[in-house]
């Protein structure tokens, strides 16, 4: 390998950090160059985990830091092990569960609001079947559902290599389910769902108001209980308050261990501020942590926003985050006795872009577009005390990834674009006065 090519494979790590801060993670830096020739970029990864979860995420940013670096089309292949990844297309299979690398157990902070759904899952995980089964977790958005159930998949592979396992939101559940009978595929699916070891449904309030599934789902709940294997379920509520489910679902759904997870209290966020920080490689001083933690109520995902401004504010420089910069990233109290709204946000950026508010809430992936809805969401973010979730619901239903996506990549942009940086402040002025 040239030192050219071990030069540049750097330099597009370093770059990526800066595109992209809501993905930069400090196993980045474990990352190897496995081989650069022909404009492919062969880039090894520590697990199959992390090149799924690259190849599924970041495979944009490492495109374009490399084209940005090299001044040329570079493709990127992530491998582990000598593997490439199947990416999101790729049919998921209950021997392949595909896992975020970091929602591990080591990586969830644990405090008073989530003790009790954090030692079942650490149980189950261990012996499936029979200590706790069905295991249901439930608590409001963003507090850590989805973290654990990757957790006990995680685990599960690690002590049990051999346990077939199926992880997928409800949705996916619903949506193959109609597959299938469009399809005439009923005895194929109903083998898969029902001959696992380990079956992990995200969300499973979305069976509302669906007969025909709720109605499978209750065939496939009892097969898998029925043959001792494991289920573990979450929603946004308790089995009982989940309007239109059928009580002999929900009796089923109380018969093992119910969970309920709340708010993290202010200590535990001042942990989970200084966990997060970490996974991204991040220092943050510990006043600024409990500045964090003080400002930022609502959820995990919130703490994780206000971490990645703070990220694309710090650039790359190690340094350690103070206080004072947290106050400045995520505004202070200044704009928030304004009562400034998503709307006067719309209308000055679709004002001063020439575009029309139901250009920003369309699919429209043009660049004339694409922009003014990033910079809309990543001002709402900074401006406003609107959740992720809020915002991308005034921009045309996007999730609350989409969001976090594009409030990393213009903060990343005002750092190094003159252009955007005049712009931001332009529209906060027009905003703000």
């Known amino acids: 390998m040239t030192q050219d090519a071990r030069e540049i494979f750097e330099a597009v790590i370093e770059r990526v950090k800066v595109l992209d801060p809501v993905n930069s993670r400090s196993w980045f830096n474990s990352l190897a160059l496995k081989n650069f020739n022909g404009g492919m970029l062969e880039i090894l990864c520590p697990d199959s985990q992390s090149a799924s979860f690259l190849q599924d995420t970041c495979v944009g940013s490492f495109t374009l830091a490399a084209q940005q670096i090299t001044g040329h089309l570079v493709t990127i292949r992530f491998l582990s092990d000598g593997k490439i990844p199947k990416g999101k297309a790729a049919k998921q299979t209950t021997a392949e569960p595909k896992l975020h690398p970091d929602y591990t157990f080591d990586n969830f902070v644990v405090g008073p609001c989530n003790r009790l759904a954090h030692a079942s899952c650490i149980a189950v995980s261990k012996s499936l079947g029979t200590t706790y089964n069905p295991l249901f977790i439930y608590g409001t958005v963003g507090l850590g559902k989805t973290h654990l159930l990757h957790a006990v998949c995680r685990e599960t592979q690690s002590s049990n ?156 420089t190690g340094e350690e985050i103070s206080k004072e910069l947290a106050k400045i990233a995520l505004g202070d109290d200044e704009t928030a006795d304004k009562n400034i709204s998503i709307t006067d946000i719309i209308k000055a950026v679709t004002s001063y872009y020439e575009v029309r508010p139901a250009d920003l809430q369309s699919k429209k992936r043009s660049q004339s577009i694409t922009m003014p809805r990033q910079i809309c969401m990543y001002l709402a973010r900074n401006l406003t005390s609107h959740s992720l979730e809020e915002i991308g619901g005034h921009l045309g239903g996007r999730d609350h990834t989409t969001v976090m996506h594009a409030c990393g990549k213009i903060a990343g942009l005002q750092q190094s674009n003159e252009r955007i940086q005049s712009q931001l402040t332009e529209l906060t002025k027009r905003i703000t006065k």
């Open 161 to 316: 290599p051999k346990a077939k396992i199926l992880f997928l939101s409800c949705e996916e559940f619903v949506n193959r389910f109609i597959n299938a009978i469009e399809q005439g595929s009923m005895a194929e699916f109903k083998s898969q769902y029902r001959t696992v070891d380990l079956l992990v449904i995200d969300d499973v309030q979305f069976l509302q108001e669906r007969d025909q599934s709720q109605e499978e789902f209750f065939h496939t709940f009892n097969a898998l209980y029925d043959n001792r294997s494991q289920i573990v379920l979450s929603a946004d509520a308790a089995p009982g308050e989940i309007p239109s489910l059928p009580e002999r679902l929900t009796s089923r759904f109380k018969c093992g261990l119910v969970a309920r997870i709340d708010a993290p209290s202010y200590e535990t966020r001042i942990a989970i501020v200084q966990k997060k920080a970490r996974l991204r490689g991040m220092k943050v001083s510990d006043d600024a942590a409990e500045y964090i933690a003080g400002r930022v109520k609502a959820n995990i995902r919130e703490i994780e926003g206000a971490l990645t401004t703070l990220y694309a504010l710090a650039g790359t």
